[in-house]
């Protein structure tokens, strides 16, 4: 009987070790994206840029915690009608670009074979890329710098996401920490996400 018992624990010990090792999945992923600029003037407006956004990231979960992060390519945009003022009819489109690091940590209040949720809290390292603008039928590249829009900006983004099988949905939002523009002026930045993708 003890050399059964013994058995057993030398079988089922490595089994409940691997049990408790972290899963590790990757993510691609695409979706929409908005954002509000809010300018800290008195008589000034926001603005309201969206667009689209793809990446991916890899995430570490073990029992009901995670780790998050990864790349992400945004690009989002804005369309002035110049109308009567300026006695064009034509739009002035302009879209930036940036990458972004998020560096994810949450809790996973269910834990099923094929639903998970997930929430989590975190920072986002943004940098800006070259961006551009169409006029007139033309379209011309820009630099950062060109539009006093700061090349690195950081950012705190809660969200929750889940994972039905292998599909992943994630909702997050960001609130900007730094001043988004080279400017004395404050500007806050505010933005959503809403992205689908697969979680392998």
Same mark, same amino acid.
């Given at each position: ?5 013994? #058995?057993?624990? #030398? ?7 691997? +049990?408790?090792?972290?899963?590790? /999945? ?7 994206? +908005? ?8 008589? +000034?407006?926001?603005?309201? #840029? /969206? ?62 074979? #094929? ?34 829009? /700061? ?38 930045? /505010?933005? +959503? ?8």
């Amino acid at each position: 009987m003890k050399k059964l018992i013994i #058995l057993a624990v #030398l079988l089922l010990g490595p089994l409940s070790l691997m +049990a408790q090792q972290p899963k590790m /999945h990757l993510k691609f992923f695409g979706g929409w994206n +908005a954002k509000a600029l809010v300018y800290r003037a008195e008589g +000034a407006g926001s603005e309201y #840029l /969206h667009g689209w956004q793809t990446g991916g990231a890899f995430r570490v979960m073990k029992r009901k915690a995670f780790l998050e992060t990864g790349l992400t390519f945004v690009n989002s945009g804005i369309t002035y009608q110049l109308g009567e003022e300026f006695e064009i009819d034509e739009p002035l489109e302009i879209r930036i670009r940036s990458l972004q690091l998020p560096m994810n940590i949450g809790y996973v209040p269910v834990k099923k074979t #094929l639903f998970k949720w997930f929430t989590y809290f975190g920072l986002v390292n943004e940098v800006s890329l070259m961006g551009q603008f169409t006029f007139l039928g033309e379209t011309e590249r820009f630099a950062p710098s060109e539009l006093k829009i /700061h090349t690195y900006n950081l950012g705190a983004r809660f969200g929750t996401q889940v994972d039905l099988g292998m599909i992943n949905v994630d909702m997050s939002y960001t609130i900007g920490i730094t001043n988004s523009f080279q400017s004395r002026m404050r500007t806050n930045s /505010h933005g +959503a996400m809403i992205t689908l993708g697969l979680a392998l």
